[in-house]
């Protein structure tokens, strides 16, 4: 007899392998840990593997979890995009769309290209660039939405709060009587205003060394040993070094992001991209629960 996959099983096993854990999923979810628990079960019966492998500290992938695991995002995302598609089906007209660099910098060109694919009548032009840019285009009328600081003040839906780490080479060892070499963004840019806050604070000087506007060149002039800079905790590739206070470096604030403008929007794509990055950020496990 065939064995067919049920998609609410799929979605409970990819929730605890993004999350780590049977309880943060089943917070993720709105689920208890033992429905997580049994469905996790119930999948390990229809695909006669096993699939994760748990002890009292901590939940990890077995072998056969790893080799699922892709499968299981990409049946995901097409049952999602299949959704979307079917019930949004009239879905067109143009929206204008702002975006900090450093959200989610390794993974917005697949989100919005499944985006295209789900809405293929709306035509999305992407802006990329730092809140104080961004905001001023948004308030003028040319940007219809915005993922940005939550700092302006201007009504914005939070999306997620994250923290704010320093990180470095993975060989970079610091030297307490010697300046710390930052890598970072222009001088009045909110992560350079927080670095240079909490360096003072904690009595440590600074020399920039490198300055830019690009997230992800700036990961790659850390990569080549030339300083320290500081990311989101989820762009922090696993070659870089995180240093924290047993290094001598002071904690950074939480960032909150925050999504900008659908309230003033006059058609539903506002909603149905709010919807698209709510969904995409929740089920990644950076937002607990939906707004």
């Given at each position: 007899?065939r064995?067919d ?8 096993f990819?929730?605890?392998a ?12 709105g ?10 079960k119930r999948l ?19 072998a056969?979890?790893e080799r699922?695991?892709s ?10 995009e ?9 879905a067109?007209g ?6 900090i660099?450093?959200?989610l ?6 989100l919005?290209a499944r ?8 035509r ?7 809140s104080?840019?961004?905001?001023p ?7 219809d939405?915005?993922?940005a ?6 009504a ?8 704010i780490?320093w ?5 970079y ?7 710390v070499p930052?890598v ?23 020399r ?12 790659e002039?850390?990569?080549a ?5 500081m ?6 590739p ?9 290094s ?15 309230e003033r ?9 709010s919807?698209f990055?709510?969904d995409t ?7 607990e629960?939906?707004p």
């Amino acid at each position: 007899m065939r064995a067919d996959l049920d998609i609410d099983l799929v979605r409970c096993f990819t929730a605890v392998a993004d999350t780590g854990g049977f309880s943060s999923a089943g917070r993720l979810l709105g689920r208890t840990q033992s429905a997580v628990s049994m469905k996790i079960k119930r999948l390990e019966e229809i695909l006669e593997s096993r699939l994760l492998d748990r002890d009292r500290r901590s939940t990890h992938l077995t072998a056969e979890g790893e080799r699922f695991l892709s499968y299981a995002h990409r049946l995901l995302d097409l049952h999602d995009e299949a959704l979307r598609v079917m019930l949004h089906p009239d879905a067109e007209g143009s929206l204008k769309l702002g975006v900090i660099s450093y959200f989610l910098p390794q993974k917005l060109p697949e989100l919005l290209a499944r985006f295209a694919r789900a809405y293929p009548k709306v035509r999305l032009e992407v802006h990329s660039g730092l809140s104080r840019n961004l905001m001023p285009m948004y308030e003028s009328g040319e940007l219809d939405l915005v993922i940005a600081h939550k700092r302006w003040p201007a009504a914005g839906r939070t999306l997620y709060r994250e923290p704010i780490l320093w990180a470095a080479h993975g060989d970079y060892r610091p030297q307490l009587d010697q300046p710390v070499p930052l890598v970072t963004y222009a001088y009045n840019t909110l992560f350079h205003e927080w670095a240079e806050e909490a360096l003072h604070h904690a009595g440590k000087t600074y020399r920039v060394a490198y300055t830019g506007a690009g997230m992800m060149v700036l990961i790659e002039v850390v990569r080549a040993g030339l300083g320290v800079t500081m990311l989101p905790k989820s762009v922090i590739p696993e070659d870089l070094r995180i240093l924290g206070p047993e290094s001598g470096f002071p904690e950074l604030p939480i960032m909150e992001v925050a999504l900008y403008g659908e309230e003033r929007m006059e058609t539903p794509l506002a909603r149905h991209l709010s919807a698209f990055f709510l969904d995409t950020l929740q089920s990644m496990g950076l937002m607990e629960q939906k707004p």
